[in-house]
């Protein structure tokens, strides 16, 4: 049965830093896409651009900003075609006890992880219901299941955006675009916790690749057997 859908085109994953991000950029990439990297810091997107290969491309924006996001698309769609595939994986982390949150810094947390997915998930239902196909997929955590003690801050926007995906689902899915939401639930291993790593075994963590190879299997099913949510966790991981 062939997949649901068809490889070539192109891919945009907002929120491509060094970890997951990267990781999914070269994943949509190596299923011969061309891939636009959306990140607000310009220069590290350079950076990973150089390192990905010409089928990546780097676009700095603003997830937050709706006339920024209108134009990322705009720009995308006219150097490598409309998306079928897109992801986002922005997320602000904010810690700290709800005696003390700053009221601020919980509106700039909740603006990263939810308003901007559904300012990214607008504007590429748009272009994918009027083909009847495409992927959007949305990254959550743990925190988009259960509120932890300190991580109110965190979890309010990852809520939202579970909510986001599965309203968008039920409107889209039947309109041939397939959403999905993924559940990361633990830790990435990146750089910076090698120590850690190192201490409580490589399967402490998931690893990115890993985490877009799973990415790149929803975008490939066939939609008489799609997945809506999807949990990812180490083997290590208690739940």
């Not at 997830?63 to 209108?70: L, N, R, Y």
């Not at 997929?137 to 109110?152: D, I, K």
Request: positive net charge.
């Amino acid at each position: 049965m062939a997949a649901g859908n068809n490889q070539g085109g192109s891919a945009l994953v907002v929120g491509a830093g060094p970890g997951l991000g990267f990781a999914l950029a070269r994943r949509f990439a190596a299923g011969g896409m061309s891939v636009a990297m959306v990140s607000r810091n310009k220069e590290r997107l350079d950076q990973l651009q150089a390192q990905g290969g010409p089928r990546l491309r780097a676009y700095a924006a603003d997830a937050t900003d709706t006339a920024a996001v209108h134009r990322l698309f705009e720009t995308v769609s006219a150097e490598l075609g409309d998306p079928s595939l897109v992801v986002y994986n922005a997320s602000a982390m904010l810690r700290g006890s709800i005696l003390e949150l700053d009221v601020g810094s919980v509106e700039r947390a909740w603006r990263v992880a939810c308003l901007g997915g559904l300012l990214v998930g607008q504007q590429a239902a748009k272009r994918m219901v009027g083909k009847g196909s495409g992927t959007i997929l949305f990254t959550g955590a743990t925190g988009s299941l259960r509120g932890g003690a300190n991580f109110a801050g965190f979890a309010i926007g990852k809520f939202g955006l579970r909510a986001l995906a599965q309203s968008m689902a039920r409107e889209l899915q039947p309109r041939g675009v397939h959403v999905a939401h993924v559940i990361v639930d633990g830790v990435i291993a990146a750089e910076r916790n090698r120590d850690w790593r190192a201490q409580h075994g490589e399967n402490a963590a998931l690893h990115p690749d890993a985490i877009a190879e799973a990415y790149w299997q929803l975008h490939l099913q066939h939609p008489s057997a799609w997945t809506h949510e999807l949990d990812l966790r180490p083997s290590a991981e208690k739940f």
